[in-house]
């Protein structure tokens, strides 16, 4: 029986098959469909019993391994415009062919895969390329991307056609498509079918997706486009294209596997081990369910009279089961009639009682006879906050609103008495009052009755307190504006429309230091000469208030005293009833507001200088690590290529040139590491003047001779703790920057101290704490700066300098490694008064590092020491063997940590050290020391990193015990790192 590709859903696939095919459906075409069904059903249903059984996956332990510890990796890539394969739902979610076979791996292996959604194909395959992408879920296998991804068995194979418009002529093939414009979707496997066999006969016109290409051929800017079968349906009936069909068929299909990205080559083998345990059934319903085999022309007669006959048996048995159906729910529908009009009154009754209670305009409880309660009404919810999950008895209902036990016994006998008097047929008894304990905690005198309703108690409560809470309210105001009056922080004079005092408060004294014998004048012209005396502008003054007392104005406004105080004055009359009746004077003490705004404005100033720098530093400090690799490869060929060149190579200076300024982009690289605080660094505890003195004589030799430097060290040691070098770049970059302001004769001093900073010397510096520091203080006899060069001294690439003679990272430098070593720096300077410098760091109370190492050395040579490297950055791996080579090292060289721990299993010799890069693929330079000491125990480590902030620096600071090595390194730099590895 001839059967074609369709979509599950009802879209115009068959005229887009194939016009040719299409006949009317015969007479009998109800009942085949109904019987079709049947059978349908009949056969699935061994498919759908066979479907809950689920096999086991047999994973390695490498495999389960891989699994549990890298949930951040399985990551899965989705196309949300590849409908019916793969596509985003209405709501976001990850649907199609491709996420339901996912979702049968993800089942099996126990795994989620974190799900992104992708617009772009093309980025789409880079991330798989990457590793960024682990999973593609719906991807055919060309040789291409079997590059950089391994592919599982196919789970779908869909035909590749051509849809052209109806006015095209049918049934073609691509050598028919010759001089025409074919639309192909960029980065999909067509459209590397299609180049290949397009040799120039036919335009290939790459589009975004599926949808454009249609639109593009149904509108004519592209005669035909090459599309799988099943997706252009989906597109063709959702995008309502009517125009378009199949002009013919390709020698092509697409065969969709699963793309693992190669990065993870055990994820790749549990997914294929996952595939292989769905079964059949399994799969082929998935398909069926997205793309289903749909029948395209009749049955033999024979089949036909059994589908026939089936379907009337089943039509007969539905007419039969809708008939008793229908008996059934008329005769129940009756039923239910009688007896609801039998309810209604019984109901109407209830509700009238219901509506009464639960509408009362007073809270109520009914309750039985034996003290279970039936019903509160809303206001009893309302009013006490119970209900009767809180109070379901009488029982419950005692302590809860009769928390003192000697107030709970009286009210209880008091009920005891009135049920006795209900009980005994007497009359209903008195209502009494109660303070009843709200559910809140809140108070309330009620006065509370009882009436019998049958066989249980109607209660109602009558809340007697709202007016003595009144009155307690207006008692507690009253008080409350009296203390409030007192203790307000303002000074307050009340004054009436005739000049007398009506109040002054006790803060209105202390402010104006009010004599006793003042205090209790009701005259206000006696208060207001006194108060004149303290002021700066008495007269001013005293016709400001009289000028206020004959108006209607408010006014606030400044007024200062003779001592430096600055009061608030507030002043606004009093109007009751339209009339003014008095005038009011707040006064409030904003001495230290007025100070701390000043204060606050300059912080201001010396934050925005602080944020600008810390924002340039991040952005300088991540440039810097950029070009580490880059400078690498340069200073290390360039070095290798010079020392196997003749002496008279006439390229020989062009090569010294090329590393020259390589080198000299290093030493800028390593300023804005400095500057940015990121440069890696290994700090030990030292005397400042030790370390100061082992320079001082290369600094004199730098500044020359027509300038006098002197040394004053304190006389005791000056403890710090950091890195050598770092003493050393600031010293240079400040005596060098000394010695270009002088320009010609003058002194720079250098000097150590001890410093003691206590709160009151740090309080107008809020990034710095109170302690103990040593300085480091560089002056000299220079032409000094103005203020705005000050602002700018320590901005990267601000120099007052010519074109040519300065990088602007001398001061940037130093700011960066005070700021690294938690101290900080003060600059004092004015034009042709010279500038000083002066460094605080943290003094350190350890022990103190007696000598301070020589760091030139010459180059020493291998002793035939085996040396195993680790590079992932192919330039970088081949510069440093060359290296290594040269300076006579045996080398066994890896490009991954997996080839390494391979090397270090077979290789039949020792391996003296291991050279590895800190961050790499697969796992860090720290991880893959581990793991190789496992292997040899007493392997020696070196690790080289172009970063700072990385797995083996905390905050830039390298352990005490980690031997490393920054690049860019020069061969001398490395050869005797290496060896002072190897000889520890």
């Given at each position: 029986m001839f059967i074609h590709l369709a979509q599950k859903r009802p879209f115009g696939i068959v005229a887009l098959a194939d016009q040719t095919r299409q006949m009317p459906s015969p007479p009998s075409a109800g009942i085949r469909r109904c019987s079709l069904l049947l059978i349908f059903l009949f056969l699935a249903l061994p498919a759908w019993l066979g479907a809950g059984v689920e096999k086991t996956v047999s994973l390695t332990a490498e495999e389960r391994n891989w699994l549990a510890h890298n949930p951040d990796k399985l990551t899965l890539y989705y196309n949300v415009e590849f409908p019916p394969i793969e596509f985003a739902s209405d709501s976001g979610a990850f649907v199609g062919l491709g996420a339901d076979v996912v979702a049968l791996v993800e089942k099996r292996l126990g795994i989620t895969f974190k799900k992104i959604p992708s617009d772009d194909w093309n980025r789409h395959l880079m991330a798989l390329e990457s590793g960024r992408c682990a999973v593609a879920p719906t991807i055919v296998s060309t040789a291409e991307r079997q590059r950089f991804a391994f592919f599982t068995t196919p789970y779908a194979v869909v035909p590749v056609v051509i849809i052209m418009t109806r006015t095209q002529e049918s049934r073609l093939d691509l050598d028919d498509l010759e001089g025409k414009t074919v639309a192909v979707v960029s980065g999909y496997a067509t459209e590397s079918y299609a180049q290949e066999r397009s040799q120039g006969k036919f335009k290939i016109l790459a589009v975004n997706n599926v949808s454009e290409g249609l639109r593009a051929v149904a509108f004519g800017q592209a005669d035909a486009m090459l599309e799988n079968l099943a997706v252009a349906s989906h597109f063709i009936d959702q995008e309502g294209i009517p125009v378009l069909r199949v002009a013919g068929n390709t020698d092509y299909k697409f065969a969709w596997s699963i793309g693992v990205s190669r990065k993870y080559p055990l994820l790749f083998s549990a997914v294929q081990k996952a595939m292989d345990t769905i079964e059949p059934s399994e799969m082929e319903a998935i398909r069926h369910r997205w793309i289903s085999l749909k029948p395209a022309s009749g049955m033999d007669s024979k089949t036909l009279r059994i589908l026939r006959l089936a379907g009337a048996v089943a039509v007969s048995a539905l007419l039969v089961l809708l008939i008793v159906s229908f008996i059934l729910r008329r005769k129940l529908r009756d039923k239910a009639a009688t007896l609801a009009i039998a309810r209604k009154d019984l109901l109407d009754q209830e509700e009238l009682f219901r509506s009464l209670f639960m509408n009362a305009p007073i809270p109520m409880a009914h309750i039985s006879d034996s003290g279970r309660g039936i019903a509160v009404n809303d206001n009893f919810t309302r009013t006490l906050g119970y209900d009767l999950q809180d109070i379901p008895d009488i029982d419950h209902w005692w302590p809860a609103v009769y928390p003192d036990p000697a107030y709970r016994k009286q009210a209880m006998e008091s009920w005891a008495h009135a049920l006795q008097r209900l009980g005994s047929g007497q009359s209903e008894p008195e209502p009494a009052q109660f303070n009843i304990t709200a559910k809140n905690g809140r108070i309330l005198t009620m006065v509370i009755s009882a009436t019998p309703v049958g066989n249980s108690l109607l209660v109602s409560f009558f809340d007697v307190t709202e007016q003595r809470e009144r009155e307690a309210a207006l008692q507690r105001q009253t008080e409350l504006f009296r203390a409030t009056f007192n203790a307000t922080a303002d000074g307050v004079l009340v004054v009436d429309s005739a000049g007398r005092i009506s109040h002054m408060n006790q803060r209105f004294i202390d402010m104006w230091k009010i004599p006793p014998a003042f205090q209790n004048a009701d005259d206000d012209e006696t208060l207001l000469s006194y108060a004149a005396k303290q002021m700066e502008d008495p007269d001013a003054f005293r016709r400001k208030v009289q000028e206020l007392y004959q108006s209607t104005a408010e006014a606030l406004e400044e007024i200062r005293f003779t001592?430096?105080?600055?009061?608030?004055?507030?002043?606004?009359?009093?109007?009751?009833?339209?009339?003014?009746?008095?005038?009011?004077w707040d006064f409030r003490d904003i001495t230290q507001r007025k100070r701390a705004e000043a204060e606050r404005a300059k912080l201001q100033e010396q934050l925005l200088q602080s944020g600008k720098l810390e924002a340039v530093g991040v952005l300088a400090g991540g440039v810097a690590h950029d070009f580490n690799n880059i400078l690498s490869a340069i200073i290390g060929f360039a070095e290798i290529t010079l020392s196997r060149m003749d002496s008279g190579d006439p390229n020989r200076r062009n090569l010294e040139k090329i590393l020259d300024a390589a080198l000299r982009s290093a030493d800028l690289t390593k300023q804005l590491l400095a500057f940015a605080r990121k440069q890696t660094i290994a700090p030990v505890v030292l005397d400042l003047n030790e370390a100061v003195g082992s320079v001082f004589s290369m600094i004199r030799r730098i500044i020359g001779e027509n300038i006098e430097l002197l040394w004053q060290p304190d006389t005791g040691p000056c403890p710090v703790r950091m890195d050598p070098s770092q003493i050393d770049q600031i010293l240079l970059n400040l005596c060098v920057n000394a010695k270009d302001a002088i320009m010609g004769v003058g002194v720079i001093t250098i000097e150590t101290g001890l410093i003691d900073l206590g709160k009151s010397d740090v309080e107008h510096r809020p990034d710095v704490a109170p302690g103990s520091y040593v300085t480091l203080s560089v002056n000299d006899t220079g032409c000094g700066m103005d203020v705005e060069t000050l602002k700018h001294i320590f901005d990267p690439f601000f120099t007052t300098k010519g074109l040519g003679q300065g990088t602007g990272m001398g001061c940037a430098t130093v700011y960066g490694i005070v700021k690294q070593n938690e101290g900080f720096i003060d600059v004092q300077s004015r034009p042709g008064e010279g500038t000083l410098f002066k460094i605080y760091f943290p003094r350190h109370d350890a022990a103190?590092?007696?000598?301070?190492?020589?760091?030139?050395?010459?180059?020493?040579?291998?002793?035939?020491?085996?040396?195993?490297?680790?590079?992932?950055?192919?330039?970088?791996?081949?510069?440093?063997?060359?290296?290594?080579?040269?300076?006579?090292?045996?080398?066994?060289?890896?490009?991954?940590?997996?080839?390494?721990?391979?090397?270090?299993?077979?290789?039949?010799?020792?391996?003296?050290?291991?050279?590895?890069?800190?961050?790499?693929?697969?796992?860090?330079?720290?991880?893959?020391?581990?793991r190789l000491k496992a292997i040899r125990p007493?392997?020696?480590?070196?690790?080289?990193?172009?970063?700072?902030?990385?797995?083996?620096?905390?905050?830039?600071?390298?352990?005490?015990?980690?031997d490393f090595i920054h690049k860019p390194f020069s061969i001398k730099d490395l050869a005797a790192k290496i060896r002072e590895v190897l000889d520890a």
């Open positions: 001592d430096g105080r600055i009061f608030e004055r507030y002043s606004c009359p009093m109007v009751l009833n339209g009339q003014v009746i008095g005038r009011v103190i590092r007696k000598t301070v190492t020589d760091r030139l050395h010459a180059i020493p040579a291998s002793r035939g020491e085996t040396v195993l490297v680790i590079e992932d950055e192919p330039t970088i791996l081949e510069m440093v063997t060359m290296m290594l080579r040269h300076l006579g090292y045996g080398i066994l060289s890896a490009a991954t940590p997996g080839e390494a721990l391979q090397i270090a299993h077979e290789h039949p010799a020792d391996i003296h050290l291991v050279l590895t890069d800190v961050v790499m693929p697969e796992m860090n330079g720290r991880d893959l020391v581990d007493k392997l020696k480590t070196l690790f080289m990193s172009g970063y700072t902030a990385d797995v083996i620096a905390d905050q830039g600071v390298l352990d005490a015990h980690v």
